[in-house]
């Protein structure tokens, strides 16, 4: 089988219907998100009720929990704000000494506005020893072109620093141009998609670059140098591949990360995390529906046999109905 033919291979279960649609007059965007804001909001009531689970004796986390995971996003915020100004007190500092190991880790995911939620990510991916590339090609292949935009000022307002020179300082060669050319490359977003155009681009890049890695290598080059060029090189094809499979169906390219999560022994709990919290007002009903089809069992069944405790109920509260 052909390098083209493999790179194709498995890539695409089933197009998302909903990403095959074109009209001429822009419809309204269709929600597909699991959270949606609570009808009836008080900032303040919520406020209240959380300060008193927090302070209670041995931490009511059934209440912290069913005010979180019920409230969009910006009511969080809104909370954040009341909370502060109430008690003189800061929300995340407050849980993060309530609570512990992965049910603090949701928790506190949840009270970040999205952006500033992937800039974490992204500052973590590139953090230590190691870089965590599935984690960066999973962000910039998945954000809107806006979006990238808004994390970018996230990141420089939190850490001080440029994410592209992190990026350019964290990785290397063609891998670091093409994390960057999905970082600052302005995309077509619509939905129409022509896959046979698609699969000539893809075959002329993956080409192109096998060429100019083969072009890289020194004539008698050494086997640490060699051994280098051919990472740098699947990095790169594996990136493209990533980046092809989220254009082309994005609930299942996410429904296939979460059952690897979950797969075999032990659980990625990050994992879960990441993708839940950021797609909880994206298109988590469609990860949910697509993971039923793929796997032929739902993925609260999955997320009651690998986890347990306060932390599952946060999972399966993001997940929605069974």
Not at 117 to 131: I, N, Q
Not at 187 to 202: C, N
Request: aromatic share 8%; with cysteine.
């Amino acid at each position: 089988m052909s390098l083209f033919k493999k790179f194709f291979k498995g890539i695409v279960h089933h197009r998302d219907p909903d990403t095959g649609d074109t009209v001429k007059e822009k419809p309204k965007p269709k929600y597909y998100g699991t959270i949606i804001p609570y009808p009836n909001f008080n900032a303040s009531s919520d406020a209240s009720v959380l300060q008193s689970a927090i302070e209670s004796k041995g931490v009511d986390e059934d209440v912290i929990i069913a005010v979180l995971v019920k409230r969009s996003n910006e009511q969080r915020q809104k909370i954040k704000a009341v909370y502060e100004a109430s008690s003189g007190k800061n929300l995340d500092k407050a849980l993060k000494s309530a609570l512990r190991s992965h049910l603090e880790d949701v928790t506190l995911a949840l009270l970040m506005p999205p952006a500033q939620f992937d800039a974490y990510l992204l500052r973590k991916a590139t953090k230590g020893v190691g870089t965590d590339e599935d984690v960066l090609v999973e962000i910039l292949a998945t954000r809107s072109y806006g979006e990238l935009q808004e994390i970018k000022r996230a990141f420089k307002q939190e850490y001080k620093k440029d994410l592209e020179e992190v990026i350019k300082g964290e990785t290397n060669g063609d891998f670091t141009k093409a994390l960057l050319a999905m970082l600052n490359t302005k995309r077509d977003e619509s939905t129409e998609v022509d896959m046979e155009l698609a699969k000539k681009d893809a075959k002329v890049k993956v080409m192109k670059t096998n060429s100019e890695s083969l072009k890289l290598l020194p004539p008698h080059p050494t086997k640490k140098k060699t051994k280098k060029k051919k990472l740098n090189f699947m990095l790169v094809f594996v990136t493209f591949r990533m980046h092809v499979k989220c254009a082309w169906n994005t609930p299942a390219f996410f429904a296939e990360k979460l059952h690897r999560a979950m797969k075999g022994q032990g659980t990625c709990e990050e994992t879960l995390i990441r993708i839940l919290v950021s797609r909880s007002e994206v298109d988590l009903q469609k990860i949910v529906e697509q993971y039923r089809a793929m796997f032929e069992k739902t993925i609260h069944e999955d997320i009651v046999n690998d986890t347990s405790g306060h932390f599952q109920k946060v999972l399966l509260g993001l997940c929605g109905p069974n």
